[in-house]
Each structure stands twice: as C-alpha cells, then as structure tokens.
C-alpha cells in the first residue's frame, strides 16, 4: 500500500513536472481524435527545456513556454562580418545579399501544450519558428509574398540562411547545421509544434505528411505520438536545399516579437 502511494506521489510529480509521464490520467484535452495526442495532450515542455542550446533563454509561465535569444547562429557563415571567429568566405554558386547577421532581441511565445486549431491559419513572412540556437525560422516565401526565386536563392548560406531586413538572419531552408536528411529536431513553430529534419526517427522519410508537412508520430525526443512537421523531402528548384516549412499552422500561433 505504501509503495503504491509512493509510486502514485512520484507519478504524479513527474506528470506535473513533465506532463509527459502519466500522461493518460493528465490529459487535458483530447479533441484531436482518433488520430493521436493532437488536442493539447503532449506537453513539450521538457523538451523544449533539454533541447534549446544555452544561448537561448527558456521561461515556463503557466500554460506558455516563452524562448528569448539574440537570433545570431553558433555556426559559420559569410554574413558574420569579416574577422569574426565564424566568418567564412562564400563559396561557388553564393551570391550573398548586402546584409550581415546583427543582434536581435527574440522573444516567441508558444503553448506548453500544443493543440490543433479548428481552422489552420497559413504563416506569414517573418519569423514563424525558431531553431533550437535562436536563429528565427522563416517559410519558403520572400518580399511581395512570393516564393524563393533562383536570384534570392543565390543569396542563402550553406545554412539555408540570410540576413533581411535590420540584418535579421533566418532559416528557409535545411542547409548544412541544424538538420537535413536525418531526424534531427530543428526547433518549434509558433503554434507550440516540433518541427523536425526530412527523415522519421526509424531513418525513413515520411510519406504521410498532411498539407502543412506535418503528421502524427513518436520522435526520438516524444515517445508518446504528436503533431510534428518535417522538412519537405524534394530539392528546391533542383537546388542543395530543402524547404523546412510551407503553408499553414497545424495548431494556433503565438507572438514572436522583436
Ligand atoms: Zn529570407
Ligand atoms: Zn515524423
């Protein structure tokens, strides 16, 4: 009897520390459906605790997660301005554009626990994730609201990365650093889902993502099944590069300020 209290006193505990384990008796919400915990029922807030790098500032409020970070990468490119450790020169095929990587002040706000949204609102230009280093993530789109053409796609690092306007460098695409043909978890959107490289966990790609890229599973960092997008698996205009995220939010977005 005192070991069966003991375990109920730890599993509950861990539930509120983790709103993962025991996650059965703490679901909040399950209107997602028959087809997994999509209605708010994973909390992601352990990983996002584990998994964001040091240079990024993780707070728990409430039912939100809020990540605050500078937006600069950990990682080489030729927008760092020359005579930066990370500087590197551009290599064939680059045209860089006349920005360079400055200092932002992030801060997105997400829920802990991500649901799906009754009606999926498309995402914008600007920022509508951020990596695990703090740099922002942005969809396939530029200026005017048009896809990437082949001039601007000259412009992307060998991260899939650029500097636009008030030299804030994002992600478009998969590029060389934060995740490409492997499972690697690259970061969050701001409706609160994870968003992960172009292959599942099992090392196969994906061949049931909905319309937003996105499906229901287990990854390596959920064990329990939730709402995750993938990178898109076809190459860019025949480029190196892979989009990370078209189309709308899977769940309902929150702020990301600047
Ligand atoms: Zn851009
Ligand atoms: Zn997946």
């Known amino acids: 009897m005192k070991l069966a209290l003991g375990a109920i006193l730890i599993c509950t505990t ?5 709103a993962i384990g025991c996650k059965k008796n703490n679901s909040n919400d ?9 209605g708010g029922a994973v909390s992601i807030t352990t990983v996002v605790t584990a998994k964001y790098k040091s240079a990024v500032t993780v707070a728990v409020s409430g039912s939100t997660i809020t990540m605050r970070s500078n937006g600069t990468p950990d990682h080489v490119s030729p927008y760092w301005l020359a005579g930066h450790a990370l500087y590197e020169a551009q290599i064939a095929g680059q045209n860089t554009n006349p ?44 200026g005017g609201n048009v896809p990437v053409d082949a001039n601007v796609l000259k ?25 490409n043909d492997n499972a690697n978890l690259i970061g969050f959107l701001r409706d609160g889902f994870p968003i992960y490289a172009r292959k ?5 790609y994906p061949s049931n993502l909905d319309a937003n ?20 698996n076809t190459a860019y205009m025949g480029s190196r590069f892979y989009v990370l995220k078209a189309g709308s939010y899977h769940g309902t ?3 990301f300020t600047n």
């Open 14 to 18: 861990f539930a509120i520390i983790t």
């Open 30 to 38: 399950n209107s997602g459906g028959g087809t997994g915990n999509t």
């Open 99 to 142: 920005g360079n990587i400055g200092v932002q002040n992030y801060a997105m706000t997400i829920p802990t626990n991500p649901a799906e949204a009754t009606s999926k609102e498309a995402t914008s230009l600007g920022p509508i994730g951020m990596a695990l280093n703090g740099v922002a993530i942005y969809n396939d789109r530029e």
């Open 155 to 179: 412009s992307f690092d060998r991260a899939g990365a650029h500097p636009g306007p008030g030299n804030s460098y994002h992600y478009h695409f998969t590029g060389d650093f934060i995740g």
């Open 200 to 204: 599942d966990n099992d090392g196969s």
């Open 213 to 232: 890229g996105g499906h229901v599973g287990i990854t390596a960092d959920f064990s329990t099944a939730i709402y995750h997008y993938h990178a898109a």
């Open 253 to 255: 977005k929150g702020t």
